[in-house]
């Protein structure tokens, strides 16, 4: 489509902006106005102008809404925003929304703790963890008590915050909680499916079931979550049947079906069904979206990483590919899919001993990464290992110890000092140190590593048993003297 020039004389303000592909001189005049920019926004294909029709709009509502009318308008139009992980630049703006109702409303409104909740989920995927959790706790004892204990607005808190505990490596605080989110989610979708299908509480049970599926995948708990994710997409046949045309519902399928997958291949080894799974998830996606969509990249990146770990890199290269060169049709190189796949491509060139150009990918991997979450959160830390490791396989040990160095204070800060995470880092840094000559180091560092592989893991598990071997291996060279 030809860009075009368009004007108006429907008010005083001039503002250029430039959606969908389309530029337009418009004179805005009321909220209805940026509320048509905004309508229904796919989420996988927000553009930086679109977030500045945000950023205008989010004035104009301030100037003229109410605040309880203000932050429901902010909930529904930041929805797409936040799912397309703009969160940095939703951050500042929650936190002006929660200011004013808590101002205006009081601290124990309902809008109030719509605002809290909304930050809360700002803070967890940024990495906040500590600054979340009162955030979720006030919103929860507000909506007990304001919406009642089994409202769908108390279900969904609920879960929210056992997500959050889940990430700090709460497990035993969050299973509880999500077993209460779900029987209210459950409730809610008994009572609303058949009548009622596009009713908010039917893809909340949805969302929950993923979510505890990924809980019980997180406690190595495979049976479990792959029951869950087929009870949810047994609701979304349901949902599906009842609404055909509902693309949300197609959206949310392709992505169980990604999830349960992602389970089949990776926790389970059922490598032919999880690629089967795959293909119905690629199928849906390209018939109710395009082949051009993120969804599809999405769905490519994780087909490509079972291709690798089956022993087909050249296939995986094909398919990672492709995915790359989607984003990149639609402008997306700022993107976590996008950075994701540059990560996975970047391991099949390490398998191929093509160091320099797997060297670029990480380092565009870590970038992006740094730029959409902010430089001390734990995907950066993973993006940091990952470039670390490959400096150490290259033999250039004094370029991997600071990358290894910064990736274990940001997990230490972030996740805290026993995460799993934490123990692995331990152990890339252990090895690092002792290919270096300096034993005692790597002794205390190998030595924390198993502390917390134990704790996680159990004595039984092959990644206990690994660390231990390469702790008494070392202490043998140490015994002999060996440097």
Known sequence: MNDSTESTETGKKKVRVKVRGIEAKEELKSLEEYGSLLKDLD???????????????FRRAKEELGPEELVNWFTRYAEPFYRSASWRLLSPMYEQVLDIAEEKLGPEHPATAAALNGLAGIYRYLGKYEEALPLYTRALSIREKKTGPDSLETGNTLCDLAVLYFFMDKKAEALPLYEQ?????????SLEHAEHPEHPGNLETVRTLNRMAFFYRGTEEPEKAEEL???ALDHLETLREASPENVKFQAYTAGTLNNLGVLLSEEMGRMDEAEEIYGRALKLQEKSLSPDHPQVAQTLNNLGLLYFDTGSPEKALALYTRALEIFEKLGKTEHMGYANTLNNLAGVYVRKRRCKEALELYEKTLAIREKLLGEEHPEVAKALNNLAE??????????????YTRALKITEKTLGSEHMDVGTTLN????????????????EM???????????LGIDHPY??????NLLALYEKMERGDR
């Open 428 to 443: 890339n840094l252990a090895g690092l140190h002792e290919s270096m000559g300096e034993y005692e180091t790597a002794t």
């Open 390 to 403: 490959l400096y150490r396989q290259m033999g250039e040990n004094k370029k991997a110890l600071p990358l």
């Open 229 to 231: 994710y087929r009870r």
């Open 446 to 456: 190998y030595e924390r590593a198993l502390g917390i592989i134990e704790k996680e």
């Open 181 to 189: 989110a779900l029987e209210i989610h459950e409730k809610v979708f």
């Open 464 to 469: 206990f048993k690994i660390t231990r071997n």
């Open 43 to 57: 989420p996988e294909l927000i553009t930086s102008d679109d977030e500045t029709v945000l950023k205008r709009a």
